[in-house]
């Protein structure tokens, strides 16, 4: 039996006010692409859903520009909510 | 070609100060220290903001902010760099992003001092929440920057 493999997200600014959490592990799973990960977050916390319809992800500290891009194991994932500084 | 040259980036919740980050700055080559300081608002519309607190990410707008001065430094013909930005609770009127650039000529340092408050506002993880005063309706919100600079 394959080990449980996880990956990190990371919630800020309104994204946090939604799920009340500034990050939590999930278990991973194969072909999780931005469209899959959407689903998944609105289900476990239905109150992202416009919020992610506004923001972007950020793999590992990089923007996601790759469409064809999944979530690996041991990734840290951030929703980047509108940016305000300055 | 830019050895010499020294960055330094700065997420921190202590009070900035605009001179001591232009005097980091300082170089006896460079005629000129262009500086950006950016003051919180005290109003929106017609909400009076009471308070104003900043969060990032703080290791990638680190890591965002030094791929900006890099991208300057390739665009505009500049020596030092020093980027400052505040989070946590910032009073209105308190400085929340001070910029510094020295360069030869004041030419490069300017425009490269706009570019990168440009820049910063669209892409950096940053982000602003204003708590408005309950005297004009209360509430709060997390502010977004316009997606052109």
Same mark, same amino acid.
């Given at each position: 039996?394959?080990?449980?493999?996880?990956?990190?997200?990371?919630?800020?600014?309104?994204?946090?006010?939604?799920?009340?959490?500034?990050?939590?592990?999930?278990?991973?799973?194969?072909?999780?692409?931005?469209?899959?990960?959407?689903?998944?977050?609105?289900?476990?916390?239905?109150?992202?859903?416009?919020?992610?319809?506004?923001?972007?992800?950020?793999?590992?500290?990089?923007?996601?520009?790759?469409?064809?891009?999944?979530?690996?194991?041991?990734?840290?994932?951030?929703?980047?909510?509108?940016?305000?500084?300055? | 070609?830019?050895?010499?040259?020294?960055?330094?980036?700065?997420?921190?919740?202590?009070?900035?100060?605009?001179?001591?980050?232009?005097?980091?700055?300082?170089?006896?080559?460079?005629?000129?220290?262009?500086?950006?300081?950016?003051?919180?608002?005290?109003?929106?519309?017609?909400?009076?903001?009471?308070?104003?607190?900043?969060?990032?990410?703080?290791?990638?707008?680190?890591? @965002?902010?030094?791929?900006?001065?890099?991208?300057?430094?390739?665009?505009?013909?500049?020596?030092?760099?020093?980027?400052?930005?505040?989070?946590?609770?910032?009073?209105?009127?308190?400085? @929340?992003?001070?910029?510094?650039?020295? @360069?030869?000529?004041?030419?490069?340092?300017?425009?490269?001092?706009?570019?990168?408050?440009?820049?910063?506002?669209?892409?950096?993880?940053?982000?602003?929440?204003?708590?408005?005063?309950?005297?004009?309706?209360?509430?709060?919100?997390?502010?977004?920057? @316009?997606?052109?600079?």
């Amino acid at each position: 039996m394959a080990e449980t493999q996880s990956f990190t997200m990371l919630y800020f600014a309104s994204a946090k006010d939604a799920t009340q959490t500034d990050s939590e592990k999930i278990e991973w799973s194969p072909s999780l692409d931005s469209t899959k990960l959407t689903a998944l977050l609105v289900e476990r916390h239905p109150a992202l859903k416009p919020i992610l319809a506004i923001s972007m992800y950020a793999v590992n500290m990089e923007y996601t520009d790759d469409p064809s891009w999944t979530v690996q194991p041991n990734d840290e994932v951030a929703i980047i909510p509108p940016v305000s500084g300055g | 070609m830019t050895s010499n040259h020294k960055d330094f980036v700065c997420i921190t919740s202590d009070p900035i100060r605009l001179e001591a980050v232009a005097n980091l700055v300082h170089d006896p080559k460079a005629g000129a220290v262009s500086t950006f300081s950016g003051t919180t608002r005290d109003n929106f519309e017609d909400k009076v903001v009471k308070t104003l607190a900043y969060e990032a990410y703080i290791p990638m707008a680190e890591k @965002s902010i030094q791929g900006l001065i890099d991208e300057a430094r390739v665009k505009f013909d500049i020596m030092h760099v020093a980027i400052y930005h505040k989070i946590g609770d910032c009073p209105v009127g308190d400085t @929340s992003v001070v910029i510094a650039v020295s @360069s030869a000529h004041r030419r490069s340092g300017l425009e490269a001092v706009s570019w990168l408050i440009d820049e910063l506002k669209v892409k950096v993880p940053i982000w602003k929440k204003e708590v408005y005063s309950e005297n004009t309706g209360g509430g709060a919100t997390w502010k977004a920057n @316009s997606t052109l600079p």
